[in-house]
């Protein structure tokens, strides 16, 4: 069974630039969810899709973050603009039901 | 809120020592428990999964235990290995959404 796939593993742009983040899930895997880490803090909890809906997105920062998740397989992430603080570990995770989650190897964001 | 807590913060031991990782959360009422292992600018890897009516789990030289009317689960790690030198995560399972402890980083001296 191949994993959850995450590119790029390693982006850096300049503030105010704007950058997308993909993760493809584990076929058949209803759920998704992003996840990140940012410097010094634990991974925190972004949002959750079942399919292509998002189920609870309660810990997105702000409207400068978007994500979708198109025919329910693979999501994009998008940070627009980039601000400093956005600096991190951005990590996906796939489920079925709330049984074992599954993650990627994270992208690493910098923001100069 | 859920609250997830890991002590020791770092653990530094000898090869072939046994290793006990703890984990505290704040609300009982979680559906499940996972132990996941980090290695330096790697993603998170799943060791043990432990359902909320377990007492715990065991694979291989891992074992994890449960208790939740406590709020707590040990992890232990049997006969350190070098290799087992990482960052051991701990998440708790609330409807869906994970939280996570800060980690402990293991160091296994050979």
């Known amino acids: 069974e191949a994993g959850v796939t995450q590119f790029p593993s390693h982006s850096v742009i300049e503030k105010g630039q704007t950058v997308t983040l993909r993760c493809d899930p584990i076929?058949?895997?209803?759920?998704l969810y992003w996840y990140r880490r940012v410097m010094g803090k634990e991974i925190k909890f972004l949002l959750h899709?079942?399919?292509?809906?998002?189920?609870?997105e309660s810990g997105m920062p702000n409207n400068r973050f978007l994500a979708e998740r198109t025919g329910g397989t693979y999501s994009t992430l998008k940070v627009q603009p980039a601000e400093l603080e956005d600096s991190g570990v951005y990590f996906c995770a796939s489920s079925q039901g709330r049984g074992r989650y599954t993650f990627g190897s994270g992208t690493r964001l910098t923001v100069v | 809120k859920q609250e997830v807590t890991q002590i020791p913060a770092a653990l530094s031991v000898p090869e072939g020592e046994n290793l006990v990782l703890n984990c505290s959360f704040t609300d009982s009422a979680i559906y499940n428990l996972q132990w996941f292992r980090q290695d330096p600018g790697k993603g998170l890897t799943s060791l043990l999964l432990i359902q909320s009516s377990q007492r715990e789990q065991t694979s291989g030289r891992l074992n994890a235990s449960l208790d939740k009317s406590s709020g707590r689960s040990t992890l232990y790690i049997a006969a350190s290995q070098p290799g087992d030198s990482a960052t051991y995560l701990c998440a708790v399972i609330n409807d869906y959404k994970l939280s996570f402890g800060a980690g402990t980083t293991v160091t296994v001296r050979a």
């Open positions: 076929s058949g895997h209803d759920n």
């Open positions: 899709f079942v399919k292509e809906s998002k189920q609870d």
